[in-house]
């Protein structure tokens, strides 16, 4: 093969890879001033501003299909909005007339993956459950040109208003966590169903869209764990007998408890009968406890 055959076969970037290192070997060896600007003249006037171009272009898609690449590997939930997003970015890249804009098209396209993951995974009404890929986001997006100052503004606000979300959760989980043990030594009448209610109670956090229905389950829970108590204690006045009070005379004492620690809001969750009930009883057994001091 002839010398000129193997240069049609070099492409761009070889092909001025292969000048730069000529001249860097003949600057490295001149031994005049003359012979280094030569070398570098030599090099100017091989490459036109068509060759470095289509070098820009050639070394443009090769990080791009680098990019297209792990982006492909790592969100596989958007796999066809990526092939999309690469298919226009490829097109962009060869449409461009200047060198710079081939660094700007990259930029364009993890931007743009950004997006994608912005629009699968932090979208309005979404459930805390569906936030658990958000740090990939985070570290995507400042990983990514910020493009514009208006884009990049939207998706910044998109993904705080969802990293402040989440953190509202692990707050609430963690404070839930805590009353959950508390309540379990406080409460011992009712240990196994208040387990049960922590489940539900950490199911319904996660299908929460907003702060606001986080802040509704929690005060759910504390309710409940007074109503449960409470369905325990199932006193009727002038129809459970004294024995019976003086057996659920520990459910009385811890659903009085639970009660008194409620705030307004969850109080008004209970049933007011319940309540009533509980306090007739509270009163009944008292008394009961009373006369018998006095006969003792």
């Known amino acids: 093969m002839s010398g000129d055959q193997a240069h049609c076969h070099r492409s761009p970037c070889e092909e001025i890879e292969k000048l730069l290192a000529e ?3 003949t600057i490295r060896t001149a ?3 003359a012979e280094m600007t030569a070398a570098y003249e030599k090099v100017l006037g091989r490459m036109s501003a068509d060759d470095l171009l289509a070098a820009a272009k050639e070394a443009a898609l090769k ?5 297209y690449g792990s982006a492909k590997k790592n969100y596989k939930d ?3 909005q990526l092939d999309k997003l690469y298919e226009t970015q490829t097109a962009a890249i060869e449409a461009c007339t200047k060198s710079a804009d081939t660094d700007t098209v990259l930029d364009q396209f993890s931007a743009g993956v950004v997006d994608l993951l912005i629009r699968a995974r932090v979208k309005t009404g979404m459930t805390i459950k569906s936030f658990l890929p958000l740090p990939e986001v985070t570290a995507a997006y400042k990983g990514a040109d910020r493009g514009t100052e208006d884009a990049s503004g939207q998706r910044q606000k998109k993904a705080t208003d969802a990293q402040n979300l989440l953190a509202t959760y692990e707050r609430d989980l963690e404070s839930l966590n805590q009353w959950v043990d508390s309540d379990t030594d406080k409460y ?12 539900e109670t950490r199911t319904k956090l996660e299908g929460c869209t907003d702060a606001a229905g986080m802040a509704k389950v929690l005060n759910d829970y504390s309710a409940g764990v007074a109503r449960l108590l409470l369905e325990k204690l199932n006193f009727t006045a002038g129809k459970t007998t004294l024995g019976e009070l003086n057996k659920l005379s ?10 008194s620690g409620l705030t307004k809001e969850q109080k008004e969750l209970l049933d007011e009968a319940q309540v009533a009930s509980c ?9 009961l406890h009373k006369s018998r001091g006095e006969s003792e």
């Open 279 to 287: 306090a007739a009883a509270k009163g009944t057994s008292g008394c």
């Open 250 to 259: 520990q459910v009385i004492e811890q659903a009085s408890a639970a009660i």
């Open 188 to 199: 011992s009448a009712v240990k196994t169903e208040i387990g049960k209610l922590a489940t």
């Open 31 to 33: 031994e005049t001033t």
């Open 23 to 25: 001249a860097a070997e």
């Open 63 to 67: 990080q791009l299909d680098k990019l």
């Open 78 to 80: 958007i796999t066809e």
